[in-house]
């Protein structure tokens, strides 16, 4: 099979987003998907919002390209309608990683273009990875054959994170940026923003920007003044509110 295969939507894996950056979750998660690229298995990677399901497609997307194996990115829920027809134009690669299956369920089209990505997956000797919010056998998919495909995956079951968890997470992160997060800010921004790790890794995106521009550490004073709207745009806020 051809080596350094082209990843769509110009994929590029975030710093942070490697296995050795991914907390347990589930410990063994790593190495297993490490051997399943190397023996070419087919994998069904399920948990809730926050488990890390993103994290380890990307980690091996990345891991597979320095490797020097070809290998594709297609995330279903990102993509929309051009879902079916990117998947149908799919040749097989060592590596496929599908994210947000659940966004496909129910829809005939792209049903029968993934039985047929999986099929040349399979013909080809290549892995293939699959993320999903719930189970193959609690996902709605109406193809027989992919639902059969599906369950005689390898199933790797998720867990999110707790609290303490994804402090670390952001801790870290916010080190790898050269920022230094202490107690206090952590309990702010726990308190007060979305605690999911998308919305966590986004804000300390704009919260490093922000800090840079200012040549201010992030504080609590700082994290108050960052993350309160100024008066302008709250007074725009309540003109456009009905009486």
Do not use: K, M
């Given at each position: 099979m051809s080596a350094g295969g082209q990843l769509p939507l110009g994929f590029r894996a975030p710093a942070e987003q490697r296995f050795e950056h991914f907390l347990p979750g589930d410990a063994a998660a790593p190495a297993l998907l490490r051997r399943q690229v190397g023996e070419r298995g087919k994998v069904y990677l399920h948990g809730p919002e926050g488990s890390g399901k993103t994290h380890l497609l990307r980690a091996m997307l990345a891991e597979s390209g320095e490797a020097g194996l070809s290998a594709a990115w297609l995330p279903l829920a990102m993509l929309g309608p051009a879902a079916v027809g990117l998947i149908d134009a799919q040749p097989a690669v060592d590596l496929v990683c599908i994210d947000d299956l659940d966004a496909l369920a129910g829809h005939a089209d792209a049903e029968r273009a993934l039985f047929a990505l999986h099929n040349r997956q399979h013909d080809a000797r290549g892995a293939i990875v699959y993320a999903a919010r719930?189970?193959?056998?609690?996902?709605?998919?109406?193809?027989?054959?992919?639902?059969?495909?599906?369950?005689?995956?390898?199933?790797?079951?998720?867990?999110?994170?707790?609290?303490?968890?994804?402090?670390?997470?952001?801790?870290?992160?916010?080190?790898?940026?050269?920022?230094?997060?202490?107690?206090?800010?952590?309990?702010?921004?726990?308190?007060?923003?979305?605690?999911?790790?998308?919305?966590?890794?986004?804000?300390?995106?704009?919260?490093?920007?922000?800090?840079?521009?200012?040549?201010?550490?992030?504080?609590?004073?700082?994290?108050?003044?960052?993350?309160?709207?100024?008066?302008?745009?709250?007074?725009?806020?309540?003109?456009?509110?009905?009486?």
């Open positions: 719930v189970s193959p056998d609690a996902l709605d998919i109406g193809l027989p054959d992919l639902r059969s495909r599906l369950s005689h995956c390898l199933r790797l079951t998720l867990q999110p994170l707790d609290e303490a968890g994804r402090r670390q997470v952001l801790a870290e992160r916010a080190r790898a940026r050269g920022l230094l997060l202490e107690d206090a800010a952590l309990d702010y921004l726990f308190r007060r923003v979305d605690r999911d790790l998308g919305s966590l890794t986004a804000l300390l995106d704009r919260l490093d920007q922000a800090s840079l521009a200012a040549q201010r550490r992030i504080t609590v004073p700082f994290l108050r003044a960052a993350l309160t709207p100024p008066p302008r745009a709250v007074a725009a806020l309540d003109e456009g509110e009905p009486d």
